[in-house]
């Protein structure tokens, strides 16, 4: 075998093994489904709430009764299904959806000597945010570990809004009804995409959502009373997802 011919198998050979050895993940015109798990942590906080009623005394009672209420809302996991599109080797965008997480919020009033919420689980409610987000992919399609950042939106809905009637205070408050608002938000998001091969791979995240809902209650303290104030949410949501790429 000739020098030449040598030479020319070499360089098939290296080239064959460099191409087998690169997984070219996330390139343009690529689709990634993903599925895992997300763990909710909200920081929560209550604005003054205001009661309404056809009796003056009763409404200036109960306004007094809430005047530095708080609130807090426990962690809360759940399941998340997403999709990107890569429109280029770097640019995405991500469409996200979960298993409505179960919201617990506890609602408190300023004590010094207060070592637990007042109105322990005072309310539940399911939590539906769909979210859209672009992200900006650093390194190259064939490269194991690419970071990103990302920017986008959630609407945040809320359904089986549910007060604790057992609790004779919030019984007084929402005992009728009580619901929350849907809204808009924008989500801010870093994370990174590790590569296990060309189809497989495992996606780690954490967003922080500013989230605010408008509740109202409504219940009765001898006549019928109306409460509505703003709950802050603003989540972190840490997401570790298996995915496949299409």
Do not use: C
């Not at 087998?20 to 599925?35: C, L, M, R, T």
């Not at 003056?56 to 998340?80: F, H, K």
């Not at 999709?83 to 408190?108: C, F, H, Q, R, S």
Request: glycine share 8%; charged share 10%.
């Amino acid at each position: 075998m000739t020098l030449f011919r040598k030479s020319t198998i070499a360089a098939i050979a290296v080239t064959a093994l460099g191409v087998s050895s690169q997984a070219f993940a996330q390139k343009a015109g690529d689709i990634v489904g993903y599925v895992g798990g997300a763990l909710i942590v909200p920081k929560a906080s209550l604005g003054p709430l205001t009661t309404t009623s056809a009796s003056v005394p009763v409404t200036a009672g109960v306004t007094a009764s809430l005047s530095g209420a708080t609130a807090a809302i426990d962690p809360s996991s759940t399941i998340t299904l997403g999709a990107l599109y890569m429109w280029t080797d770097n640019i995405a965008t991500e469409l996200t959806i979960g298993i409505p997480p179960k919201m617990t919020v506890d609602v408190g009033t300023p004590a010094p000597t207060a070592t637990a919420p007042t109105h322990p689980a005072a309310a539940t409610a399911k939590v539906m945010n769909p979210s859209l987000v672009a992200k900006y992919l650093f390194n190259a399609p064939k490269d194991t570990l690419r970071p990103y950042v990302g920017l986008g939106v959630t609407y945040t809905s809320f359904s089986s809004v549910t007060p604790n009637t057992s609790d004779a205070t919030v019984n007084v408050l929402a005992g009728t009804s009580a619901s929350m608002s849907a809204s808009w938000a924008p989500i801010f998001n870093v994370g990174a995409i590790y590569n296990i091969d060309e189809k497989w791979s495992v996606n780690a995240s954490v967003s922080y959502v500013p989230l605010k809902t408008d509740v109202t209650f409504v219940g009765n303290a001898g006549v019928p009373i109306t409460t509505t104030g703003t709950l802050t949410l603003n989540p972190w949501d840490f997401v570790v997802r298996l995915g496949y790429k299409f």
